[in-house]
């Protein structure tokens, strides 16, 4: 059974900084894409983040994001992370952990993943 547990979210105010973990279990970590997406109130949930590992990691972000959050792997620990920096209150929304089989493409595109954490919380105050 596989299973993405979500971690790190919180409440923390506008410039500061929160890191997200997501652990997997019950699948072949390296054979996966890994992704972050988030789902503000009332809205879609978009693509905030992507990383896969083949020979190499290849990453791919949104632009709102760009500069500003970082996605990383742990092959070791099955766990992908995301260091969000100078957050801003339109970052607020639960973030999920997605996991997509095998290679990058439609990396952005959260109907490709095979697997969702049960998402964490992210509020950013003004």
């Known amino acids: 059974q596989v299973q993405l547990v979500e971690s790190g979210g919180g409440l923390v105010q506008a410039g500061g900084s929160l890191r997200l973990s997501c652990a997997a279990s019950g699948l072949t970590f390296r054979s996966y894409t890994m992704g972050w997406f988030r789902q503000a109130p009332g809205k879609e949930r978009d693509f905030v983040a992507a990383?896969?590992?083949?020979?190499?990691?290849?990453?791919q972000y949104a632009d709102s994001v760009k500069g500003r959050f970082t996605i990383s792997r742990d092959n070791a620990k099955n766990t992908v992370y995301l260091q969000m920096n100078s957050l801003k209150p339109e970052d607020t929304g639960v973030y999920y952990c997605?996991?997509?089989?095998?290679?990058?493409?439609?990396?952005?595109?959260?109907?490709?993943?095979?697997?969702w954490g049960q998402g964490t919380q992210v509020t950013v105050s003004s």
């Open positions: 990383i896969t590992w083949s020979d190499y990691y290849s990453s």
């Open positions: 997605a996991a997509k089989y095998y290679g990058a493409y439609g990396r952005t595109e959260s109907a490709l993943y095979n697997y």
